[in-house]
């Protein structure tokens, strides 16, 4: 199965439809924005579905501009529909992965298989929440569904999404918990009908703050278990393309997946972060349309018989010299053969993975709030730079253990688990773990990392009764690709906090470790470089309808306050995109500032900041939502605020106060 590259120009004209209406069987209609090619009124075409609450209007047209009519212009039919409660469509979003949105999908999919324009065949594909949803959409898949494209899209809501690491708190969260209700709250636009206002002034007066359920399912459960499809795996009945990348928390999906359904997926990992690959940052980027369109072809032209693709196609990443930003990562693309590792153990303590501190009753766990202040974020947002710093301070506060120097090339290939005889405090208590590269100049990067929630059972599920003080317990990190290089060394580090990446746990209780060892999935081999090369990112759309007016460069800033408060704060000065064809300006800036007493982890405080504003003819909204966390022994406490104007005259404010019970943190 070659990847042809895209033609110099299109095959197909294709008209545009703004918006048309999907009617779902409770009388909700879903808006949608369809490309048509040419060849639809005389011949029937596949047709491809991108299904998410981003607003096809205005928020990520530039994004569906890249997408939509180059496979429309190479013969497919391509909708951009709104899901229910989000910018046309009608209805109320609660939450996310509600039923309703699961159900909606089915519906969509059977619709337009039934149009005179499509010939019964459907693709779905999306990143992020439009990857989960097309992942999700392929178990028990209706009948015109035949494959589907993920990228970066989460196959685990609980361990691999935005929420949860190991059972902890991220601080993503909180900024989600901001931004979402600002998504929702934003207007309609005419296009929904000359009642356009009173659809807004329905979903505003019936707006959720879902943040709260977030925080309050503490464990996996069967709240975190709808909607991941790792656990319905035997239920996947269609071919998965997946997509991801080292830089991006949502990665460990594509391995896992291809693990757990061998014979449906196929798996592409870059260097990048949360991006459609084609703008994959830090590079270098991959072509995503030539890619896709070989992969629909297949599927919704050709007999569907497996393609000849290599089942993992990783970009195997090495030492890059730590830093907030890079423009593109080291390393080189491999097909990935998981079959060809072994196991190497490393027993902690021992000359393989010895501590400068050797102790006879095992080592303690330290628990120091600055830990963390190297981590970066998690790469979930997309934005630039965020990457981790040099691990050097961070490991300063942590406990330790270094092999030698390698007398070889290792090369890392799927997960490593890490497993402890562990001496749990009575307290709730959290240890966090990072496999990181220490260069010969005691230059340190990180590899990979996790962290687990002692409160927790093995399956980080509520315990069914006391836990014992004294157990094993082996924690797996997400898979990688990684080649250590000769001469350096690998190094484990363990704390029990990892601030402002993870909340703290209420209490300052360590841990203490009385034996363990390290399990490193190790090729025996080199892996071979691709036989047919990814193809290259393309600049689409060759004739842009927008324009950037205003893209100034993230701020970050770290301080210690007079008074010993640590302050670690970000913003996202305003950013502004002009759409011409609809002469429509859409805009936004977000911003987090995140404060800790050193000494204290009640202190921790966390206030995520989102606005946007659209500039359209028959007028301007603003929406901005503020949510500010703390948090005590007991509870979490939520303070939230959102305030909607149009045309600068107030519209509607919205103030939600949660105190959210903590149970196991």
């Known amino acids: 199965m070659t990847i042809p590259p895209l033609p110099s120009g299109p095959a197909h004209t294709v008209s545009v439809t703004e918006h048309l209406w999907i009617p779902m069987p409770d009388g909700t209609r879903l808006a949608a924005r369809l490309w048509l090619p040419d060849s639809a009124e005389d011949m029937p075409c596949p047709a491809l579905l991108e299904y998410i609450p981003y607003r096809k209007a205005d928020m990520v047209r530039a994004r569906d501009a890249r997408n939509h009519p180059c496979f429309a212009a190479h013969g497919y039919a391509c909708l951009r529909v709104d899901m229910r409660g989000s910018g046309d469509s009608e209805g109320v979003m609660p939450d996310m992965y509600a039923e309703a949105e699961l159900d909606d999908a089915r519906r969509v999919i059977e619709w337009i298989a039934a149009q005179p324009w499509c010939s ?14 097309a992942l999700q959409a392929s178990v028990d898949a209706p009948g015109a569904l035949k494959a589907v494209i993920a990228v970066c899209a989460t196959h685990d809501r609980y361990e691999d999404d935005i929420h949860h690491m190991g059972g902890c ?14 998504i929702l709250a934003a207007p309609p636009t005419p296009a929904a009908g000359p009642d356009w206002r009173d659809l807004w002034r329905k979903r505003l007066d019936s707006l959720a703050f879902p943040v709260e359920p977030w925080l309050r399912e503490e464990a996996r459960g069967t709240y975190w278990r709808r909607g991941s499809v790792i656990h319905e795996a035997a239920r996947l009945t269609r071919p998965i393309l997946a997509i991801g990348g080292w830089s991006d928390r949502y990665s460990n999906s594509v391995m896992s997946l291809a693990a757990a359904r061998p014979d449906l997926v196929w798996g592409v990992v870059g260097p990048w972060g949360h991006h459609y690959p084609d703008h994959g940052a830090p590079g270098p980027a991959m072509g995503f349309q030539d890619l896709a369109l070989a992969w629909w072809d297949h599927w919704l032209r050709d007999a569907p018989s497996p393609p000849d693709w290599p089942r993992l196609r990783l970009w195997l990443r090495e030492f890059d010299t730590p830093a907030d930003t890079l423009a593109a990562r080291a390393g080189r693309w491999i097909e990935a053969d998981t079959s060809d590792t072994d196991t190497q153990r490393l027993t902690l303590g021992t000359p393989a993975l010895a501590t400068a501190s050797p102790a006879k009753d095992g080592w303690p766990v330290p628990h120091d709030l600055l830990t963390g202040a190297a981590a970066g974020d998690t790469g979930y947002f997309g934005r630039p730079g965020g990457l981790p710093l040099d691990q050097a301070p961070d490991d300063a506060r942590a406990l330790t253990f270094d092999t030698p120097p390698l007398d070889a090339d290792r090369i890392l290939l799927g997960p490593p688990s890490l497993t402890l005889d562990i001496r749990a405090p009575e307290e709730p208590a959290q240890i966090a773990l990072r496999l990181s590269d220490v260069a010969p100049d005691g230059r340190v990067a990180l590899i990979t990392r996790t962290i687990r929630n002692l409160a927790l059972d093995d399956g980080l599920d509520a315990p069914s009764g006391p836990l014992p003080s ?13 080649r250590l290089a000769a001469g350096h060394r690998l190094r484990l580090a363990l704390s029990s906090s990892y601030w ?12 203490r470790i009385a034996a363990g060892w390290l399990d490193l999935p190790v090729t025996r081999s080199a892996p071979a470089g691709l036989a047919q090369p990814l193809p290259p990112a393309r600049d689409l759309p060759r004739e842009k309808p927008f324009e950037p007016l205003e893209n100034p460069p993230l701020e970050r800033v770290f301080r210690t306050t007079p008074d010993g408060t640590r302050r670690e704060d970000w913003h996202q000065p305003y950013t502004a995109l002009r759409h011409h064809d609809i002469a429509t300006t859409f805009g936004y800036e977000t911003s987090a500032a995140f404060s800790l007493d050193p000494g204290n982890p009640a202190s921790a405080r966390a206030t995520h900041a989102h606005r946007a504003v659209y500039a359209r003819p028959d007028g301007t909204a603003e929406i901005a939502c503020t949510l500010t966390t703390t948090a005590d022994a007991a509870a979490f406490h939520l303070d939230g605020h959102l305030s909607v104007t149009w045309n600068g005259d107030a519209l509607a404010t919205r103030h939600w106060a949660h105190s959210v019970p903590r149970r196991y943190g």
């Open 120 to 133: 019964g065949k459907v693709g779905m594909f999306g990143t992020s929440w439009g990857g989960t949803a």
């Open 169 to 182: 708190l991220l601080t993503d969260t909180l900024e989600w918990g901001a931004t979402l209700p600002a």
């Open 470 to 482: 004294r157990r094993r317990i082996t924690i797996s990190f997400p898979h990688t690709a990684y």
């Open 500 to 511: 402002p990446l993870i909340w703290p746990a209420a209490t300052t209780a360590m841990p």
